[in-house]
């Protein structure tokens, strides 16, 4: 490898990182910079055109647009098939050699870099999807012929373009075949020159506006050919055929001014051009007039060009490295900007840059956290109150379902007149999160859903699993009484609670709450119902009195608090869930570009450092 090609090895890599870095930051906000990234995309077009291998020559556009006839018009010869129905079925190439003669590949998409060698009349056959390829199209990648300059006369004109020019022949949008866009548009971000073939007839529409869209977006040398102009009957109709290609399409299109062709004019000329010489007359002007219609010389030209690049890229390769580190510090430049200006926004979220956290979100999260915790205190403490007022006058009561059915509705009235005042709470500390912190976005696009049937149903989950166990609680099996009091917490649960229903109502409690379940069930209420009921049915042997102070010494050693605390934290875990999944997804923006234009900064910093060590070896 000689410096001139170690260099291009270099510049090569460097300009599809410096292409990744500039169309990274344009989608930053492509309605500002749609025209900056046109013209990084053109001055990058130029460079590849040096550092590729060989030019590419796309031919795309609606099927029975005459793509292939046109190829073939170019070529000189019937290479590819042709129909008035749906005909290429895969990704042509075409590609010229000196020597060997004519060779066909197969790519397959499990491994596109792999050549698979084909018989020409084969390969044809697979090109060709009404002569029996359609079942296969789905397994090819592209299909690649070769065409030895040296087989035929006529292919002499093509020995400038031998390991230079690459042309490309792709099934048409809206053809059955049309199964290859990614492909299409792999080759579209690597082509020289993309050529948009459409017919006369068939100028813009919906489906055209689609694809001319994403092509746009991936090339800045999108050129409009006109096909099958040999079928347009006056200037008049082609002027009206220009008006609707100027209203509808001609905005995607590097060169605006369409330019019309026609297979068959090309044909017709030279066909023109044998009777001629066959009956010994030179050219004349109607020769020229059907090569000019036929618009086949100015693709040629636009060929010729492209081999010129390719032949003289040594002597501009050198200034390429000039330009790639102008186009790295325009976009380093650029990327810092938009670091700024996101890194407010984000400041404007509540963002600490230095701390790397959204500061005012989780001082509100902290403030909640304390609350929570200071309101399932005050609320173990008004439900133990009304327990003990309800509880004491069930002295009739034979076993555990009266204990049961208070505890119950005691529990249910308590969240119930709680559960509105505490969504409330929830929903304004976050909602003035929103309106100061998020302000430029709707705020419904956030969703913190919050009401009082949320907790409420939370709550009821809850209870549900606790009946389960409490039903299944006899007198005495989890706890005695001892001293008139019991001390929760530090008496383990008993044989007489079922381990499958423990575990079962536990499984539920977890998942409710994200806490140990038969802790839970053990440190809170089941263990005061067969205790109570062991009071109540010593109704002949205490007075009235002692069986109160027994029964509320029981209650005020509930710890309920842990409960009601789960309930709050969950409902706030999902609160904060959606904030902190809206500012970390797309729809977020602020945090996501920042990242971005750090990333590109750092990347372009490496980058501008790999070329002054790569290329100092290389300086005379």
């Known amino acids: 490898m000689n410096v001139t090609e170690e260099k291009i090895a270099v510049l090569k890599d460097s300009v599809e990182k410096v292409k990744a870095y500039a169309q990274t930051l344009c989608d930053i906000r492509p309605d500002i910079y749609s025209i900056k990234r046109t013209e990084w995309l053109e001055k990058i077009n130029e460079m590849e055109k040096i550092v590729k291998e060989d030019a590419i020559l796309m031919f795309i556009g609606p099927f029975s647009s005459g793509k292939s006839s046109f190829v073939n018009a170019l070529l000189g010869e019937d290479i590819l098939p042709t129909a008035n129905t749906p005909c290429t079925a895969v990704v042509t190439e075409i590609s010229f050699v000196e020597g060997g003669g004519d060779t066909g590949e197969i790519y397959k998409r499990d491994n596109p870099e792999r050549a698979e060698p084909i018989e020409i009349e084969e390969l044809k056959r697979i090109i060709n999807g009404p002569s029996g390829a359609s079942g296969e199209v789905a397994s090819y990648h592209h299909v690649k012929l070769s065409l030895d300059v040296t ?159 390719k032949n003289t890229n040594e002597k501009k390769v050198d200034s390429m490295l000039f330009d790639i580190r102008g186009l790295l510090k325009e976009i380093s430049d650029l990327a810092g900007k938009e670091k700024n200006y996101w890194e407010i926004k984000l400041s404007g979220f509540g963002w600490n840059t230095n701390e790397k956290k959204y500061e005012k979100f989780e001082s509100i999260q902290e403030r909640t956290n304390r609350w929570i915790k200071e309101e399932s205190k005050k609320t173990s403490d008004s439900l133990k109150n009304e327990l003990c007022s309800r509880l004491i006058n069930i002295f009739d009561g034979k076993n555990n379902e009266a204990v049961i059915a208070e505890i119950k509705s005691v529990w249910e009235f308590t969240i119930k007149s709680k559960a509105d005042s505490w969504a409330t709470y929830l929903k304004k500390q976050y909602e003035e999160y929103i309106r100061y912190y998020i302000p430029q976005i709707e705020t419904s696009s956030l969703d913190i859903t919050l009401d009082g049937n949320v907790i409420v149903q939370t709550s009821q989950n809850i209870i549900e699993a606790l009946m389960e166990c409490l039903k299944s609680a006899g007198p005495g099996s989890i706890l005695e009484i001892s001293g008139g009091a019991v001390m929760l917490g530090l008496v383990p649960v008993a044989k007489g609670l079922e381990g499958k229903i423990l575990s079962k109502v536990g499984t539920v409690l977890a998942g409710v709450l994200g806490v140990s379940g038969p802790a839970l069930i053990a440190v809170a209420i089941i263990p005061m119902v067969p205790a109570i009921v062991n009071i109540v049915k010593q109704k002949n042997e205490l007075d009235k009195v002692k069986r109160q102070n027994q029964i509320r010494n029981i209650i005020e050693t509930l710890n309920v608090s842990p409960v009601i605390e789960g309930i709050l934290d969950k409902c706030h875990r999902d609160v904060c869930d959606n904030i902190i999944n809206y500012l970390n997804s797309d729809c977020g923006i602020p945090k996501k570009h920042y990242d971005e234009c750090k990333t590109i900064l750092s990347e372009v910093l490496n980058e501008s450092k790999n070329l002054d060590i790569r290329f100092q070896p290389l300086k005379k």
């Not at 919906?206 to 994403?214: C, I, N």
């Not at 605006?256 to 044909?267: D, G, L, M, Y």
């Not at 009956?279 to 492209?306: H, P």
Request: a negative charge.
């Open 151 to 309: 087989d035929k006369e006529s292919r002499k004109q093509f020995t400038p373009f031998v390991n230079k020019i690459r042309i490309i022949d792709c099934p048409g949008y809206g053809s059955p075949y049309f199964a290859n866009e990614d492909i299409i548009v792999d080759y579209i971000e690597k082509a020289s020159f993309t050529f948009w073939m459409t017919p006369y007839n068939k100028i813009g529409g919906a489906e055209a506006q689609k694809h001319l869209s994403l092509i746009k977006k991936n090339t800045s040398t999108l050129i409009p050919l006109i096909t099958k102009s040999d079928l347009i009957e006056d200037d008049k109709e082609k002027e009206e055929i220009k008006e609707a290609y100027y209203d509808q399409i001609s905005s995607y299109f590097h060169s605006r001014e369409p330019h019309f062709v026609s297979a068959w004019k090309f044909k017709e000329a030279s066909n023109y051009e044998k009777g001629m010489k066959k009956a010994g007359k030179v050219t004349d002007d109607k020769f020229e007039e059907l090569r000019i219609a036929s618009g086949i010389d100015w693709v040629k030209s636009e060929m010729q060009n492209c081999a010129t690049v």
